[in-house]
Protein backbone atom coordinates (compact mmCIF):
# COMPACT_ATOMS: atom_id res chain seq x y z
CA UNK A 1 0.00 0.00 0.00
CA UNK A 2 1.26 3.41 -0.77
CA UNK A 3 0.85 5.56 2.10
CA UNK A 4 1.41 9.27 2.08
CA UNK A 5 4.89 10.57 3.17
CA UNK A 6 3.51 12.98 5.02
CA UNK A 7 1.51 10.89 6.63
CA UNK A 8 4.33 8.53 7.52
CA UNK A 9 6.81 11.14 8.88
CA UNK A 10 3.71 11.84 11.09
CA UNK A 11 3.61 8.37 12.30
CA UNK A 12 7.57 8.56 13.01
CA UNK A 13 7.07 11.13 14.92
CA UNK A 14 3.91 10.06 17.32
CA UNK A 15 4.91 6.36 17.79
CA UNK A 16 8.91 7.04 17.38
CA UNK A 17 9.80 3.31 17.18
CA UNK A 18 6.88 1.39 16.86
CA UNK A 19 5.71 3.29 13.86
CA UNK A 20 7.64 0.74 11.70
CA UNK A 21 5.19 -2.22 12.98
CA UNK A 22 2.15 -0.07 12.36
CA UNK A 23 3.11 1.02 9.21
CA UNK A 24 3.64 -2.45 7.78
CA UNK A 25 0.40 -3.44 9.59
CA UNK A 26 -1.40 -1.53 6.54
CA UNK A 27 -0.25 -4.65 4.27
CA UNK A 28 -2.36 -6.83 6.37
CA UNK A 29 -5.16 -8.15 5.80
CA UNK A 30 -8.45 -6.42 7.85
CA UNK A 31 -9.81 -9.64 10.43
CA UNK A 32 -13.67 -10.19 9.57
CA UNK A 33 -15.94 -10.00 12.58
CA UNK A 34 -19.30 -9.97 13.79
CA UNK A 35 -20.94 -9.15 17.06
CA UNK A 36 -24.13 -11.75 17.45
CA UNK A 37 -27.89 -10.76 18.53
CA UNK A 38 -27.98 -13.12 22.17
CA UNK A 39 -31.65 -13.19 22.67
CA UNK A 40 -32.17 -14.33 18.99
CA UNK A 41 -28.71 -16.29 18.59
CA UNK A 42 -27.81 -17.76 22.10
CA UNK A 43 -25.60 -20.77 21.02
CA UNK A 44 -22.35 -19.45 18.53
CA UNK A 45 -18.42 -20.89 19.05
CA UNK A 46 -15.87 -19.13 17.31
CA UNK A 47 -13.12 -17.51 18.37
CA UNK A 48 -14.02 -14.80 20.71
CA UNK A 49 -12.93 -10.96 20.46
CA UNK A 50 -11.91 -10.42 24.14
CA UNK A 51 -13.07 -7.26 24.68
CA UNK A 52 -16.72 -8.28 23.91
CA UNK A 53 -19.25 -11.11 25.11
CA UNK A 54 -21.10 -11.20 22.21
CA UNK A 55 -17.56 -10.62 19.35
CA UNK A 56 -16.73 -13.16 17.74
CA UNK A 57 -13.50 -13.45 14.36
CA UNK A 58 -14.34 -15.00 11.17
CA UNK A 59 -11.70 -17.20 9.60
CA UNK A 60 -13.14 -15.67 6.63
CA UNK A 61 -15.69 -13.16 5.10
CA UNK A 62 -18.34 -15.13 3.66
CA UNK A 63 -21.04 -13.56 1.66
CA UNK A 64 -23.29 -12.20 4.28
CA UNK A 65 -26.07 -11.37 1.98
CA UNK A 66 -27.05 -14.93 1.28
CA UNK A 67 -27.39 -15.97 5.16
CA UNK A 68 -31.11 -15.45 6.39
CA UNK A 69 -30.06 -14.97 10.15
CA UNK A 70 -28.07 -12.12 9.14
CA UNK A 71 -31.64 -10.83 7.74
CA UNK A 72 -33.37 -11.88 10.24
CA UNK A 73 -30.91 -9.48 12.99
CA UNK A 74 -28.99 -12.53 14.58
CA UNK A 75 -25.74 -10.88 14.11
CA UNK A 76 -24.09 -7.77 13.05
CA UNK A 77 -21.27 -7.69 11.25
CA UNK A 78 -18.92 -5.09 13.03
CA UNK A 79 -15.41 -4.38 13.25
CA UNK A 80 -13.51 -5.78 15.79
CA UNK A 81 -11.87 -2.73 17.67
CA UNK A 82 -15.14 -0.82 18.13
CA UNK A 83 -16.57 -3.28 19.90
CA UNK A 84 -14.19 -1.80 23.05
CA UNK A 85 -17.57 0.48 23.41
CA UNK A 86 -18.67 -2.79 25.51
CA UNK A 87 -16.38 -1.90 28.52
CA UNK A 88 -16.80 1.90 28.98
CA UNK A 89 -21.18 0.58 29.37
CA UNK A 90 -20.23 -2.56 31.14
CA UNK A 91 -17.52 -0.49 33.47
CA UNK A 92 -18.96 2.82 34.45
CA UNK A 93 -23.12 2.46 33.50
CA UNK A 94 -25.24 -0.29 35.62
CA UNK A 95 -27.54 -2.42 33.20
CA UNK A 96 -30.20 -2.30 36.00
CA UNK A 97 -30.27 1.55 35.99
CA UNK A 98 -32.91 3.45 33.98
CA UNK A 99 -31.03 5.74 31.29
CA UNK A 100 -30.75 7.79 28.12
CA UNK A 101 -28.11 7.82 25.64
CA UNK A 102 -27.53 9.77 22.51
CA UNK A 103 -25.86 8.05 19.66
CA UNK A 104 -24.76 11.48 17.80
CA UNK A 105 -23.63 10.08 14.70
CA UNK A 106 -24.85 6.96 14.55
CA UNK A 107 -25.40 5.55 11.08
CA UNK A 108 -24.72 2.64 9.80
CA UNK A 109 -25.93 1.29 13.19
CA UNK A 110 -23.20 -0.83 14.49
CA UNK A 111 -23.10 1.11 17.77
CA UNK A 112 -26.10 1.96 18.46
CA UNK A 113 -27.72 -1.90 17.72
CA UNK A 114 -24.72 -3.14 20.37
CA UNK A 115 -25.99 -0.03 22.75
CA UNK A 116 -29.74 -1.28 22.79
CA UNK A 117 -28.69 -4.67 24.26
CA UNK A 118 -26.30 -2.83 26.93
CA UNK A 119 -29.12 -1.17 28.08
CA UNK A 120 -32.52 -2.14 29.87
CA UNK A 121 -36.06 -1.84 27.84
CA UNK A 122 -36.62 0.86 30.59
CA UNK A 123 -33.74 2.87 29.16
CA UNK A 124 -33.63 4.70 26.14
CA UNK A 125 -31.57 5.26 23.42
CA UNK A 126 -31.59 7.94 20.96
CA UNK A 127 -29.77 6.95 17.29
CA UNK A 128 -29.07 10.23 15.02
CA UNK A 129 -27.59 10.24 11.84
CA UNK A 130 -27.45 13.93 9.35
CA UNK A 131 -28.11 12.70 6.25
CA UNK A 132 -31.34 11.46 4.97
CA UNK A 133 -30.20 8.49 3.34
CA UNK A 134 -27.71 6.99 5.53
CA UNK A 135 -30.49 7.77 8.67
CA UNK A 136 -32.82 5.25 6.83
CA UNK A 137 -30.06 2.63 6.76
CA UNK A 138 -30.08 3.35 10.32
CA UNK A 139 -33.49 2.72 10.85
CA UNK A 140 -33.49 -0.77 8.97
CA UNK A 141 -30.84 -2.05 10.77
CA UNK A 142 -32.15 -0.69 14.53
CA UNK A 143 -35.44 -2.05 13.05
CA UNK A 144 -34.05 -5.74 12.42
CA UNK A 145 -32.10 -5.64 15.46
CA UNK A 146 -35.54 -5.67 17.27
CA UNK A 147 -34.62 -4.55 20.50
CA UNK A 148 -37.68 -1.84 21.22
CA UNK A 149 -36.05 1.04 22.89
CA UNK A 150 -34.32 3.23 20.04
CA UNK A 151 -35.55 6.56 18.93
CA UNK A 152 -34.29 6.89 15.45
CA UNK A 153 -33.79 10.82 14.21
CA UNK A 154 -32.56 12.55 11.53
CA UNK A 155 -31.11 15.73 12.49
CA UNK A 156 -28.13 17.96 12.32
CA UNK A 157 -26.21 18.33 16.27
CA UNK A 158 -26.85 21.90 16.38
CA UNK A 159 -30.91 20.82 16.95
CA UNK A 160 -29.74 19.18 19.97
CA UNK A 161 -27.83 22.15 21.17
CA UNK A 162 -31.73 23.45 22.56
CA UNK A 163 -32.03 20.47 25.19
CA UNK A 164 -31.46 21.09 28.36
CA UNK A 165 -29.57 17.59 30.42
CA UNK A 166 -31.26 15.17 28.60
CA UNK A 167 -28.56 12.67 28.65
CA UNK A 168 -27.08 10.79 31.38
CA UNK A 169 -24.33 9.33 28.21
CA UNK A 170 -23.59 10.54 24.60
CA UNK A 171 -21.75 8.72 22.20
CA UNK A 172 -20.59 10.61 19.60
CA UNK A 173 -18.19 8.55 17.19
CA UNK A 174 -17.07 11.44 15.03
CA UNK A 175 -16.42 11.76 11.08
CA UNK A 176 -12.55 11.60 10.84
CA UNK A 177 -9.85 11.04 8.39
CA UNK A 178 -10.24 7.55 8.71
CA UNK A 179 -6.58 6.58 9.03
CA UNK A 180 -7.59 3.71 10.98
CA UNK A 181 -9.33 2.03 7.86
CA UNK A 182 -6.64 2.71 5.34
CA UNK A 183 -6.46 -1.03 4.85
CA UNK A 184 -9.77 -1.50 4.37
CA UNK A 185 -10.75 1.42 1.92
CA UNK A 186 -8.10 2.48 -0.34
CA UNK A 187 -9.93 5.94 -1.23
CA UNK A 188 -9.76 6.80 1.98
CA UNK A 189 -6.03 6.43 1.32
CA UNK A 190 -6.14 8.60 -1.98
CA UNK A 191 -8.59 11.16 0.04
CA UNK A 192 -5.90 11.73 2.98
CA UNK A 193 -4.33 14.95 3.46
CA UNK A 194 -3.19 17.02 6.42
CA UNK A 195 -5.59 19.91 5.31
CA UNK A 196 -8.50 17.34 5.36
CA UNK A 197 -7.53 16.03 8.87
CA UNK A 198 -7.05 19.52 10.45
CA UNK A 199 -10.91 20.19 8.78
CA UNK A 200 -11.95 17.04 10.48
CA UNK A 201 -10.59 18.39 13.86
CA UNK A 202 -12.88 21.82 13.55
CA UNK A 203 -15.66 19.90 12.56
CA UNK A 204 -15.30 17.71 15.17
CA UNK A 205 -15.47 20.91 18.07
CA UNK A 206 -18.46 21.99 16.55
CA UNK A 207 -20.31 18.84 16.86
CA UNK A 208 -19.07 18.47 20.33
CA UNK A 209 -20.31 22.25 21.61
CA UNK A 210 -23.65 21.36 20.01
CA UNK A 211 -24.09 18.20 22.11
CA UNK A 212 -22.31 19.66 25.55
CA UNK A 213 -25.88 21.60 26.64
CA UNK A 214 -27.67 18.51 26.10
CA UNK A 215 -25.50 16.15 28.66
CA UNK A 216 -26.23 15.68 32.37
CA UNK A 217 -24.15 16.81 34.79
CA UNK A 218 -21.60 14.51 35.50
CA UNK A 219 -22.52 12.78 32.57
CA UNK A 220 -20.13 11.33 30.32
CA UNK A 221 -19.10 11.77 26.98
CA UNK A 222 -17.83 9.02 24.74
CA UNK A 223 -15.99 10.15 22.21
CA UNK A 224 -14.00 7.39 19.56
CA UNK A 225 -12.74 7.76 15.96
CA UNK A 226 -11.26 6.18 13.18
CA UNK A 227 -7.87 8.18 12.98
CA UNK A 228 -4.73 7.91 14.67
CA UNK A 229 -4.12 11.68 14.25
CA UNK A 230 -3.58 13.60 17.50
CA UNK A 231 -5.09 16.84 16.51
CA UNK A 232 -8.88 14.41 16.06
CA UNK A 233 -8.15 12.27 19.24
CA UNK A 234 -6.07 13.97 21.86
CA UNK A 235 -5.79 17.63 21.59
CA UNK A 236 -9.59 17.16 21.47
CA UNK A 237 -9.59 15.97 24.94
CA UNK A 238 -7.50 18.35 25.93
CA UNK A 239 -9.53 21.13 24.48
CA UNK A 240 -12.87 19.51 26.36
CA UNK A 241 -11.00 20.04 29.67
CA UNK A 242 -9.69 23.28 29.17
CA UNK A 243 -12.76 25.01 27.61
CA UNK A 244 -15.72 23.00 29.54
CA UNK A 245 -14.03 21.66 32.46
CA UNK A 246 -14.63 18.06 31.68
CA UNK A 247 -12.60 15.42 33.60
CA UNK A 248 -11.20 12.50 32.41
CA UNK A 249 -12.34 8.85 33.13
CA UNK A 250 -10.15 5.62 33.29
CA UNK A 251 -11.20 2.44 32.48
CA UNK A 252 -9.43 -0.94 33.79
CA UNK A 253 -7.83 -2.54 30.95
CA UNK A 254 -5.82 -5.70 31.30
CA UNK A 255 -2.60 -5.62 29.51
CA UNK A 256 -2.93 -8.96 27.59
CA UNK A 257 -5.38 -7.08 25.16
CA UNK A 258 -2.56 -4.77 23.69
CA UNK A 259 -4.86 -1.74 23.95
CA UNK A 260 -2.43 1.19 23.83
CA UNK A 261 -3.41 3.71 26.82
CA UNK A 262 -2.62 7.23 26.50
CA UNK A 263 -2.57 9.15 29.61
CA UNK A 264 -1.75 12.96 30.17
CA UNK A 265 -3.12 15.34 32.54
CA UNK A 266 -5.34 12.81 33.85
CA UNK A 267 -6.99 12.43 30.54
CA UNK A 268 -7.28 8.93 29.08
CA UNK A 269 -7.54 7.57 25.60
CA UNK A 270 -7.11 4.04 23.96
CA UNK A 271 -5.59 3.84 20.89
CA UNK A 272 -5.92 0.14 18.65
CA UNK A 273 -3.06 -0.05 16.57
CA UNK A 274 -3.34 -3.01 13.94
CA UNK A 275 0.13 -4.47 14.54
CA UNK A 276 -0.86 -4.93 18.12
CA UNK A 277 -4.68 -6.30 18.27
CA UNK A 278 -6.49 -8.37 15.87
CA UNK A 279 -8.67 -5.25 14.42
CA UNK A 280 -8.57 -1.90 12.76
CA UNK A 281 -6.78 1.20 14.16
CA UNK A 282 -9.05 3.08 16.25
CA UNK A 283 -9.25 5.59 19.41
CA UNK A 284 -11.62 6.16 22.09
CA UNK A 285 -12.14 8.21 25.51
CA UNK A 286 -13.95 8.48 27.79
CA UNK A 287 -15.33 12.08 30.11
CA UNK A 288 -16.90 13.41 32.37
CA UNK A 289 -18.95 16.82 32.38
CA UNK A 290 -18.32 18.58 35.49
CA UNK A 291 -20.51 21.55 35.36
CA UNK A 292 -23.40 22.25 34.13
CA UNK A 293 -23.48 24.20 30.67
CA UNK A 294 -23.54 27.88 30.94
CA UNK A 295 -26.34 28.48 28.35
CA UNK A 296 -27.97 26.74 25.71
CA UNK A 297 -27.00 26.66 22.02
CA UNK A 298 -28.47 29.73 19.84
CA UNK A 299 -32.41 28.65 18.87
CA UNK A 300 -32.71 27.52 15.23
CA UNK A 301 -35.93 28.76 14.61
CA UNK A 302 -36.95 25.33 12.79
CA UNK A 303 -39.33 23.18 13.93
CA UNK A 304 -39.86 20.06 12.53
CA UNK A 305 -43.14 18.18 12.83
CA UNK A 306 -44.53 16.58 15.94
CA UNK A 307 -43.98 12.19 16.40
CA UNK A 308 -46.06 12.49 19.08
CA UNK A 309 -48.44 9.33 19.41
CA UNK A 310 -51.51 8.83 21.17
CA UNK A 311 -52.32 6.14 23.57
CA UNK A 312 -54.91 3.17 22.13
CA UNK A 313 -58.01 1.83 24.27
CA UNK A 314 -57.84 -1.78 25.40
CA UNK A 315 -60.80 -2.53 22.77
CA UNK A 316 -59.40 -1.25 19.91
CA UNK A 317 -56.02 -3.23 20.72
CA UNK A 318 -57.12 -6.30 22.29
CA UNK A 319 -56.25 -8.60 19.14
CA UNK A 320 -53.05 -7.84 18.97
CA UNK A 321 -52.28 -7.85 22.19
CA UNK A 322 -50.63 -11.37 22.47
CA UNK A 323 -48.69 -10.42 19.42
CA UNK A 324 -45.91 -9.78 21.83
CA UNK A 325 -44.38 -10.22 25.29
CA UNK A 326 -45.20 -6.99 26.43
CA UNK A 327 -43.48 -5.04 29.83
CA UNK A 328 -45.31 -3.26 32.39
CA UNK A 329 -43.54 0.15 31.51
CA UNK A 330 -44.70 -0.12 27.81
CA UNK A 331 -48.17 0.50 25.70
CA UNK A 332 -49.44 0.49 22.44
CA UNK A 333 -49.92 3.81 20.37
CA UNK A 334 -51.05 4.91 17.30
CA UNK A 335 -49.86 7.27 15.15
CA UNK A 336 -51.57 8.02 11.61
CA UNK A 337 -52.24 4.35 10.50
CA UNK A 338 -49.57 2.40 12.54
CA UNK A 339 -49.78 1.22 16.14
CA UNK A 340 -46.50 1.15 18.31
CA UNK A 341 -45.14 -0.41 20.97
CA UNK A 342 -43.33 1.79 23.32
CA UNK A 343 -42.56 2.43 26.65
CA UNK A 344 -43.19 5.19 29.07
CA UNK A 345 -39.60 6.36 29.26
CA UNK A 346 -40.03 6.72 24.78
CA UNK A 347 -42.88 8.69 25.58
CA UNK A 348 -41.10 11.40 27.98
CA UNK A 349 -38.42 11.62 25.26
CA UNK A 350 -40.62 11.85 22.52
CA UNK A 351 -41.60 15.21 24.38
CA UNK A 352 -38.11 16.19 24.68
CA UNK A 353 -37.57 15.82 21.03
CA UNK A 354 -40.66 16.82 19.51
CA UNK A 355 -40.44 19.77 17.53
CA UNK A 356 -36.76 19.91 17.92
CA UNK A 357 -35.49 17.48 16.08
CA UNK A 358 -36.82 15.04 12.85
CA UNK A 359 -38.23 11.97 14.69
CA UNK A 360 -38.27 9.32 11.94
CA UNK A 361 -38.69 5.96 14.08
CA UNK A 362 -39.44 4.79 17.74
CA UNK A 363 -40.36 1.91 19.96
CA UNK A 364 -41.55 -0.87 17.41
CA UNK A 365 -44.15 -0.68 14.58
CA UNK A 366 -46.38 -3.50 15.45
CA UNK A 367 -49.03 -2.98 12.69
CA UNK A 368 -50.99 -1.05 10.33
CA UNK A 369 -54.87 -1.27 9.74
CA UNK A 370 -57.08 -1.30 6.53
CA UNK A 371 -60.58 -2.28 6.13
CA UNK A 372 -60.70 -3.30 9.79
CA UNK A 373 -57.46 -6.25 9.37
CA UNK A 374 -54.58 -5.28 11.71
CA UNK A 375 -52.14 -5.99 8.84
CA UNK A 376 -48.49 -6.91 10.99
CA UNK A 377 -45.58 -4.78 10.31
CA UNK A 378 -41.71 -5.72 9.41
CA UNK A 379 -40.80 -4.76 12.71
CA UNK A 380 -43.20 -7.14 14.47
CA UNK A 381 -41.63 -10.10 12.87
CA UNK A 382 -37.97 -9.00 13.68
CA UNK A 383 -39.00 -7.92 17.16
CA UNK A 384 -36.85 -9.77 19.77
CA UNK A 385 -40.17 -10.51 22.16
CA UNK A 386 -42.09 -11.32 19.53
CA UNK A 387 -44.70 -13.98 20.76
CA UNK A 388 -43.96 -16.30 18.05
CA UNK A 389 -46.57 -18.95 18.25
CA UNK A 390 -49.57 -16.64 18.11
CA UNK A 391 -48.99 -16.57 14.19
CA UNK A 392 -49.45 -19.74 11.70
CA UNK A 393 -45.72 -20.20 11.13
CA UNK A 394 -44.10 -21.03 7.57
CA UNK A 395 -40.66 -23.28 8.14
CA UNK A 396 -38.82 -22.28 4.86
CA UNK A 397 -35.74 -23.82 3.56
CA UNK A 398 -32.71 -22.08 2.72
CA UNK A 399 -33.82 -21.54 -1.02
CA UNK A 400 -37.58 -20.83 -0.16
CA UNK A 401 -36.02 -18.26 2.42
CA UNK A 402 -33.18 -16.63 0.28
CA UNK A 403 -36.56 -16.20 -2.79
CA UNK A 404 -38.57 -14.97 0.04
CA UNK A 405 -36.18 -12.39 0.46
CA UNK A 406 -35.60 -11.63 -2.97
CA UNK A 407 -39.33 -10.89 -2.51
CA UNK A 408 -40.32 -13.40 -5.16
CA UNK A 409 -43.41 -15.22 -5.90
CA UNK A 410 -43.30 -18.00 -3.12
CA UNK A 411 -44.51 -21.29 -4.93
CA UNK A 412 -45.86 -22.62 -1.78
CA UNK A 413 -49.61 -23.68 -1.05
CA UNK A 414 -50.34 -24.10 2.60
CA UNK A 415 -54.09 -24.99 4.00
CA UNK A 416 -53.88 -22.48 6.36
CA UNK A 417 -55.06 -18.98 5.00
CA UNK A 418 -54.45 -15.57 6.36
CA UNK A 419 -51.35 -13.87 7.97
CA UNK A 420 -48.30 -16.43 8.21
CA UNK A 421 -44.97 -15.54 9.65
CA UNK A 422 -41.72 -16.43 7.82
CA UNK A 423 -39.45 -18.39 9.64
CA UNK A 424 -36.09 -19.80 8.75
CA UNK A 425 -34.38 -21.93 11.50
CA UNK A 426 -36.73 -20.64 14.01
CA UNK A 427 -35.82 -17.34 13.52
CA UNK A 428 -38.71 -15.06 11.83
CA UNK A 429 -38.22 -13.17 8.53
CA UNK A 430 -41.20 -11.24 7.48
CA UNK A 431 -44.76 -12.34 6.71
CA UNK A 432 -46.73 -14.04 3.87
CA UNK A 433 -50.39 -14.03 3.30
CA UNK A 434 -51.85 -17.18 2.54
CA UNK A 435 -54.35 -17.31 0.39
CA UNK A 436 -54.87 -21.64 -0.13
CA UNK A 437 -53.81 -21.77 -3.36
CA UNK A 438 -50.52 -19.35 -3.22
CA UNK A 439 -48.64 -16.91 -0.84
CA UNK A 440 -48.27 -13.24 -1.17
CA UNK A 441 -44.58 -12.11 0.14
CA UNK A 442 -45.11 -9.22 1.83
CA UNK A 443 -40.99 -8.27 2.42
CA UNK A 444 -40.37 -5.45 2.34
CA UNK A 445 -39.02 -3.87 -1.34
CA UNK A 446 -36.43 -1.71 -0.28
CA UNK A 447 -34.95 -4.26 2.13
CA UNK A 448 -35.01 -6.93 -0.78
CA UNK A 449 -31.97 -8.93 -1.75
CA UNK A 450 -30.78 -7.36 -5.60
CA UNK A 451 -28.30 -8.82 -6.84
CA UNK A 452 -28.43 -12.80 -6.16
Known sequence: MNLPQVFIDRLQIQFATKSADLVASFNESSPTSIRIHQKKL??????????????????????????????????????????????????????????????????????????????????????????????????????????????????????????????????????CSGEGLFRKDNEAVKEWSA???????????????????CLKKKGL????????????????LKWLKEKYGFSGVQLKIENSLNIDEWNEDDLYGYRFLPNKIKGEGFFLAVLRKEEPASSLGNSTNKKFVSWMPELCIEKEISPIRNWINQNESENIYKWKENYFLMSNEQLKMMNELSDRVKIIYAG????????????????????????????????????????????????????????????????????????????????????RIKNY
Open 42 to 175: NEYSGEKIPWSNSGYYLPERPLFTIDPLFHAGCYYVQEASSMFLEQVFTQLLSKEEKITVLDLCAAPGGKSTHISTLINDKSVLVSNEVIASRANILKENIIKQGSGNVIVTNSDAKYFSELSEVFDCIVIDAP
Open 195 to 213: DQAHFCSIRQQRILEDVIP
Open 221 to 236: LIYSTCTFNPEENEMQ
Open 364 to 447: VDLASKKNDEFIPSPALALFERINISSFNNLNLSIEQALSFLRKDSLQISSLEKGWMLAVFENHPLGWVKSLGNRMNNYFPMEW
